[in-house]
Structures are given as C-alpha cells and as structure tokens.
C-alpha cells in the first residue's frame, strides 16, 4: 500500500502564488476521483504530474462505477474559510455516489480542478488517504470530509 497521508501538492501552491494558475475555489467546480493501492502519491511532484488521468492518477488506476463515473463526482456546497486567525481550510458538502453501486478497495481519492487549463489541464489540488481500504457493496459510497476541511492550513 502506497498511501500514507494526505497532502495539498506543493506544486499548486507555488502556481498560485507566482500567477501561474487561476485557481479559484469559490467558482470552480472541483472534482474526487477515487483510487486503489496502486498510486503513489507524493505532495513534490511537478504541476502536469499532479493532474488528472497523468502520472500517479492515471484513468486505469481510478475506481469506477456508473454512480462514480471515471473522472470523479464534482465537490458540492465549498466553502474558503479565512475566518480563523492563523487558519485557511477549504471544505464542501460530504461527496456521495449517484446511487447504488459496489467498490472495493479504495484508499484515497484526488481532488482537481475541472475547469483549470494552465498551466495544466485538470491540476490536482490535494490527495486525501481514507485510513485503509474502503469498500461498499450494493450501497451507497460517501467520502466524508473531515470536520477540519479537505485540506487545511495554519499560517
């Protein structure tokens, strides 16, 4: 098993901070695609690295189902909270499958950026381990955000 942890890529944040990337998480609509053991996630990789459907995050590692299609379930109701001194987290509603459906064995998921063109297209934002496997048959597969975001940084 290759995941460990869950990280914000270094790269995103260095885009954002030298206008590489426009990023905007209060219009975008960013997407989870679910993964396997088979990614090895690693917070250094280059920006075109952390995208969707290259490197680590390639289509043929993804979990699919037709409730949660290849390319992931877009994140609902987020919200960038800067209200907390010393805090920025970005959160959204829990992210459910459309329906029922099995998957077996998912670890973690990636977090991207749909609308994003440049400097890559689909630009990663974070990956999110789930503790171990996580599997569900003939049910319904919910990712439940963390009471402290989907990522969170304290300055």
Known sequence: MAWTNSKVFRALVADVFD???AVDLGTDVPKVALYGTTPTPSQDVTSANSAYAVDQWITGSELTHANWPAGGRPL???V???GTAGVVFYD???TTGAGTLTLTA???CLVYDDTLTTPVVDQ???YNYFGGSQSVT???FTVVWHANGIWRATL
């Open 138 to 140: 003939a049910g319904t």
């Open 124 to 126: 990663g934002i974070c």
């Open 106 to 108: 998912v670890f973690g």
């Open 80 to 82: 960038l909270n800067s």
């Open 19 to 21: 206008n590489t990337t």
């Open 92 to 94: 959204a509603a829990d």
């Open 76 to 78: 609902a109701s987020t």
